[in-house]
């Protein structure tokens, strides 16, 4: 069983900063696709920023250079460090990966978190 936990978010004024964790737990062989998403009330979920497969980083068109997506192979974690945060940047943030399990070939399955709350005060 793969589990998705994300931290690091609460409130912050506007101009601050947040660096959000997303904890990957369980028995992996493979990760792929670590994302960030976002969902402001009333809206849809939109993607915040993306380490796709062959390391291909893509962005949200409204961050605009302010955050920057990361991960450690390490202990599998990946990050989201948001800079000059702005109201309109308040939601849930979630994490997303793709993830392989089980033996020999294995078996990709999607996993999400279960969000965490970012609030920008003006």
């Known amino acids: 069983q793969v589990k998705l936990v994300e931290s690091g978010g609460g409130v912050v004024q506007s101009g601050g900063s947040l660096k959000l964790i997303c904890e990957v737990f369980?028995?992996?062989?493979?990760?792929?696709?670590r994302g960030w998403y976002r969902q402001a009330p009333g809206k849809q979920r939109e993607l915040v920023a993306i380490i796709a497969s062959g390391d291909n980083i893509r962005y949200g068109d409204f961050v605009k250079g302010r955050f920057t997506i990361s991960r450690d192979d390490v202990n599998k974690n990946f990050y989201l460090q948001m800079n000059a945060l702005e109201p309109d940047d308040t939601g849930v943030y979630s994490c997303?990966?793709?993830?392989?399990?089980?033996?020999?070939?294995?078996?990709?399955?999607?996993?999400w978190g279960q969000g965490i709350q970012v609030t920008v005060a003006a």
């Open positions: 369980g028995s992996t062989t493979g990760l792929s696709g």
């Open positions: 997303n990966v793709d993830a392989r399990t089980g033996k020999g070939w294995g078996t990709w399955s999607n996993y």
